[in-house]
């Protein structure tokens, strides 16, 4: 998988313009000035996260006896029941804050942003091609990026796009996920029978 669309894939999942709603309504009772530093803050957070699960990652897996077929497959499985929550999302969203409390680390951080799927995905990616950790780390960073830029600007996005239009966005997001995790789980089925 090469950078850039190892990034695309990372960046569908953090589905930033799904999460913009919650995130929204997160911080509705918070001055406008202070959002922004939330925001930062947050997503400086899940970077950090994100990071360390990347370089980490294979040292777990090796801790815990797991081979990369089996990564690849139950990631291929995680990434379509998210991308099925996706197209189909459910009612409501617990956040589990009370009304004019700020956000620490939880829910925005883990799991908004850096959540299981994308935590999952970069096991699967530290160990499919070690050699390359560097060049997820670039991934991760583009992806973040991108997610970066649209939670900042997210007036615009809420303004342009609308509630209908961001539905429509995470949607088509959904299926491109669910094309993307059908491909991984493939590959582990592949995989694992060509060493078995």
């Known amino acids: 998988?090469?950078?850039?669309?190892?990034?695309?894939?990372l960046f569908l999942i953090m589905d930033p313009l799904g999460n913009l709603p919650v995130m929204l309504s997160i911080?509705?009772?918070?001055?406008?000035k202070r959002r922004r530093l939330i925001m930062v803050r947050e997503l400086c957070?899940?970077?950090?996260?994100?990071?360390?699960?990347?370089?980490?990652g294979k040292q777990m897996l090796a801790f815990l006896h797991v081979s990369t077929e089996?990564?690849?497959?139950?990631?291929?499985?995680?990434?379509?029941?998210?991308?099925?929550?996706?197209?189909?999302p459910q009612p409501g969203g617990v956040t589990?804050?009370?009304?004019?409390?700020?956000?620490?680390l939880v829910p925005m951080a883990i799991p908004m942003i850096a959540g299981p799927s994308v935590l999952a995905s970069l096991l699967l990616l530290s160990n499919q091609d070690p050699s390359r950790t560097w060049?997820?780390?670039?991934?991760v960073l583009l992806a973040w990026g991108a997610t970066f830029v649209v939670l900042m600007f997210y007036e615009v996005f809420n303004r342009l796009l609308g509630e209908r239009g961001l539905k429509a966005i995470e949607r088509l997001m959904g299926?491109?996920?669910?094309?993307?995790?059908?491909?991984?789980?493939?590959d582990g089925i592949r995989s694992y029978l060509h060493i078995g």
């Open 1 to 9: 998988m090469e950078i850039i669309s190892a990034a695309v894939m």
């Open 27 to 32: 911080l509705r009772h918070i001055e406008p």
């Open 45 to 56: 957070f899940a970077l950090i996260i994100l990071l360390l699960f990347l370089f980490g």
């Open 70 to 88: 089996t990564v690849s497959i139950s990631g291929g499985i995680i990434l379509f029941l998210i991308a099925i929550r996706m197209i189909f």
């Open 96 to 104: 589990g804050l009370a009304a004019g409390e700020e956000p620490f």
């Open 135 to 139: 060049d997820w780390a670039l991934s």
């Open 175 to 186: 299926l491109l996920l669910i094309m993307m995790a059908t491909q991984m789980f493939l």
